[in-house]
């Protein structure tokens, strides 16, 4: 690859990522939908297929998810420049838009106007999670191991309040177990 392409690609990844980083509120996760759009369905950049293990790998690394996603994104086309072309770009506007914030939040506090759109934008961000909940689940196997395990990690999670870290590698540890069980893989 010419540096000249490179570059591009970098750009590209920047301002794809600049562009989720900007129209997405709620966190990662509502940003998962639009990851998958801009950078399976759009782009191509990877597969449907790699779309779940990224968002497992990104997910059980430590820092927010989005940012992980992109940056595993960006390794994955353009190495570390693209890795961090594309991390630049998601957190610039969440960095730009919660600075000028910070800077007028005491007036902003006690507008009615701004708590009636984050109203709105709270909802908005419940229906970008509930569609990368479906998607995720249309992606995902459906053996009955993948029920028990689902069931395992919500209950542990929403009732015992367990760690989610323990909880991700609980249900890795199960999966694993079940697969090399079922003889699917070889140790």
């Not at 957190?91 to 507008?111: G, H, K, N, R």
Request: aromatic share 10%; net charge positive.
């Amino acid at each position: 690859m010419s540096a000249e392409h490179h570059r591009k690609d970098c750009v590209k990844l920047f301002f794809a990522f600049l562009k989720i980083g900007a129209f997405t509120f709620g966190g990662g996760y509502a940003m998962i939908p639009l990851i998958q759009k801009e950078t399976v369905e759009k782009k191509k950049w990877i597969s449907h297929e790699n779309i779940l293990e990224i968002i497992a790998v990104a997910e059980s690394t430590p820092g927010p998810i989005a940012i992980n996603a992109a940056t595993f994104i960006g390794y994955k086309v353009c190495g570390v420049r693209g890795a961090f072309s594309a991390t630049c770009g998601v957190v610039l506007p969440s960095f730009a838009i919660m600075s000028a914030t910070a800077l007028v939040l005491q007036q902003l506090e006690t507008m009615k106007a701004v708590k009636y759109a984050f109203t709105g934008i709270r909802a908005g961000v419940l229906a970008l999670l509930v569609k990368a909940l479906l998607s995720m689940y249309m992606q995902c196997s459906k053996e009955t191991i993948s029920y028990i395990i689902m069931l395992f990690a919500f209950s542990a999670i929403f009732f015992l309040q367990s760690n989610a870290l323990i909880v991700i590698i609980g249900c890795a540890l199960i999966g694993l177990t079940s697969t090399i069980l079922a003889g699917k893989i070889n140790c």
